[in-house]
Structure formats: structure tokens, C-alpha cells
């Protein structure tokens, strides 16, 4: 997808980055926004490139999530080592904390990244049981 750039009154260059299809463009939610030095990725569920919810519960929607967290920072041209702040959203902590900690192991590494873990009454979608969100260095800032 082109890049489509912004500049604010203050003089900061701001760039949308989506992939093809961008899923969240019928919601008027950008899938990521660069800027100052960082990419913004907004919260990823467990839904595949459909839009429908995997099966298999928590830890398959928080695996699709990674999965779909990955493919937003590669099209910003980013990895999830380039990860330095995580938010996770779930429908029940006391349920699913251990499983948070598996998919932590599972998809960052260390130094693991700094992380806010909230739980939500609900989410985007009624049968969605986890949303997670980055912020990633932009390495290639520099080049633009």
C-alpha cells in the first residue's frame, strides 16, 4: 500500500501503514501509524484474514493476534525484536494470566518488552478473549 503522510502543525511527519486489505479501513482505524521515531500499532485480535475469530480459545486468538501483530510491523518494516511496550486486553485475568506468560514466551524475547495487562469487560467483538497492541522502534527512521 503507498504511504500516506501527514504533517502535523508542529512539523512531525506522520505515515499510516496498512497491508492489503487493510482490515480495519471499513472502522476508520488505522492498523499503524509512524511517527517520531516509533510505530503505533493498533490492538490486533485473534481473527484471521477473513475477519472471522479463530477457534480454539485464549491461546489461539492470542497467537492469531501475534501473528497479525507480525504482519502489521513487516509491513512498517519491523519485527517484533523491534518491539518496546505491549498492551494486552483480556476478558479474564484470573483465567488466562499463565497463558499471557506463554504467549509473551512464545512471541518476544528479552529483554522482554514493557507491558501494561489490563482486563475488559469486553472487547471489539462479543466472542473476542484477547487484544494486544505494540509500540516498535522504527529502525528505518532515519532513512526516510
Known amino acids: 500500500m503507498s504511504p500516506q503522510l501527514e504533517v502535523t ?3 512531525t511527519t506522520i505515515e499510516k501503514v496498512a497491508t492489503t486489505p487493510d482490515w480495519y479501513e471499513p472502522y476508520n482505524i488505522s492498523q499503524a501509524i509512524r511517527a517520531g521515531g516509533l510505530i503505533y500499532v493498533s490492538g490486533q485480535a485473534g481473527f484471521d484474514a477473513s475477519g ?3 477457534e480454539g480459545g485464549f491461546l489461539e486468538q492470542g497467537r492469531q493476534a501475534f501473528r497479525n501483530l507480525q504482519t502489521v510491523l513487516a509491513e ?4 517484533l525484536a523491534d518491539v518496546v511496550k505491549v498492551g494486552v486486553f483480556v476478558r479474564d485475568m484470573a ?3 499463565d497463558e499471557v506468560i506463554q504467549l509473551r514466551e512464545e512471541f518476544l524475547s528479552k529483554p522482554y ?5 489490563l482486563e475488559v469487560v469486553s472487547l471489539a467483538q462479543p466472542d473476542w478473549l484477547i487484544e494486544v497492541e505494540v ?3 522504527d529502525r528505518g527512521a532515519g532513512a526516510r
Do not use: E, F, I
Not at 512498517?76 to 519485527?79: I, P
Not at 518488552?113 to 495487562?117: I, Y
Open 52 to 54: 472471522k475469530t479463530v
Open 113 to 117: 518488552p514493557a507491558d501494561t495487562l
Open 135 to 137: 509500540t516498535a522502534v
Open 95 to 97: 483465567v488466562h494470566l
Open 76 to 79: 512498517a518494516g519491523a519485527t
Open 9 to 11: 502543525p508542529a512539523g
